[in-house]
């Protein structure tokens, strides 16, 4: 599943975390710590995807302007909408654009784990727009 901005939500640590349970949200935790210096709780650590209801969204998505214009027009992912250049996608995507530059700083198991979900998002929404 990707998010609104071209996350792959489905490969995130945090999605659906509550139903990979506690050991594995403590995980995503202290990594998320170690990696980003987030300091979420481990029973914080879950998500149902961003484009899902907002008590089941990590708190950091339900913020995500992005993600509400997509919800607000009932599109899956922003890559559906014409709308172009759009300061809320930019904004979004934005937030992610370093984390490829990690590759070099963790391990290999890290980055696949917490970091690669959130790479390529920018190439993953343009190659599922509509020609």
Known sequence: MMSACGVLCSECPAYRAREKG???QRRTAQAWRRIYGLTERAEDISCGGCLGPDDELFHTSV?????????GKGFSTCA?????P???????????DGV??????LS???????AAPYCGHRERLEAARAP
């Open 86 to 96: 759009c300061a809320d996608l930019e904004a979004a995507q934005s937030i992610w």
């Open 22 to 24: 506690a050991r594995h």
């Open 100 to 105: 490829p530059d990690l590759e070099g700083t």
């Open 63 to 71: 913020r995500c302007r992005a993600r509400g214009c997509c919800r």
């Open 80 to 84: 559906e909408c014409r709308a172009r």
């Open 108 to 114: 290999a198991e890290d980055f696949a784990t917490y």
